[in-house]
């Protein structure tokens, strides 16, 4: 184990030669010269909430660095950081690994939806009663927005072994896409639905006692030393942040 980490340091070594803690080299080039590929693994609504805007900006700053992106769950992502096969990982909820390193981004609020066509589509709002009943659509077990879910219901009263799980999906879309259709209910994150809100495709509910709310968070293996193209997007995402604050506070 010591020896392929020694190995691993020396590849990174090698292609991180003649940069120096500025990220420029000797010969003077720019940071904005770095080229390479960065791999992030994503739970789903990190990859569409942060993810578009995130990688877009960080494109325009460095258009020689190509993202090779996996989208999972949650319990996947960080796999995936623990073992080495992605540089840094965004989840919807903290890895269950010591090892891994994690910090809060952003703020996912989830909600309930249902068609236009669905009987309480035109009161907007149940109870947990109710909702004891009603066929959902939920992600698979190790999703974080599951899991959030599950917690929030169990907290107003209403146990996972009692919802009525009509079907199980790993993907957000093909879930949007079976409430359109009227198979069912889901809790879904707002943000990644405003368009289908807006346009009457989706109606939202409200269940009483119930707001599920959770951070997503960038995770990290602290074990492994990043390499220079790691580095200035971890730098990026610091400043990302603090602009992504500013503008919330602005609102």
């Given amino acids: ?18 940069q120096d803690e500025s990220g420029t080299s000797g010969k003077g080039s720019s940071r904005k010269g770095i080229s390479g590929t960065i791999r992030i693994a994503s739970s789903t ?3 569409e909430l942060v993810l578009p805007e995130l990688l877009a900006e ?13 989208v999972s769950d949650s319990r996947a992502a960080a796999d995936a950081v623990e073992t080495g096969e992605a540089d840094l990982g965004f989840v919807g909820e903290l890895p269950h690994s010591s090892q891994l390193r994690s910090r809060s981004i952003a703020t996912d609020k989830l909600v309930l939806v249902v068609s236009p066509q669905h ?14 009943k009603e066929p959902l659509i939920v992600r698979e077990p190790g999703s974080g927005s599951r899991r959030c879910v599950e917690y929030a219901l169990e907290a107003a009263g209403l146990a996972p072994d009692e919802l009525n799980i009509a079907m199980e999906v790993n993907s957000n879309d093909a879930i949007r896409a079976a409430v359109e259709g009227g198979l069912g ?14 346009e009457g495709r989706l109606v939202p509910l409200t269940v009483a006692g119930v707001r599920p709310q ?27 942040e603090g602009r992504s604050s500013k503008r919330v506070r602005e609102k």
């Fill in 214 to 240: 959770r951070k997503l968070y960038l995770i990290t293996d602290p074990q492994r030393i990043p390499n220079s193209i790691v580095r200035e997007f971890l730098d990026f995402l610091r400043q990302w």
């Fill in 119 to 132: 009987a309480l589509a035109a009161c907007k709002k149940t109870s947990l009663r109710r909702l004891r």
């Fill in 1 to 18: 184990d010591y020896a392929r980490r020694i190995l691993d340091l020396v590849d990174e070594a090698r292609r991180d030669v003649g």
């Fill in 185 to 198: 209910a889901a809790f879904l994150s707002r943000a990644t639905i405003s368009h289908e809100i807006d």
């Fill in 58 to 70: 960080f494109r325009a700053l460095h258009p020689n660095v190509r993202e090779a992106v996996t």
């Fill in 45 to 47: 609504v990190p990859a």
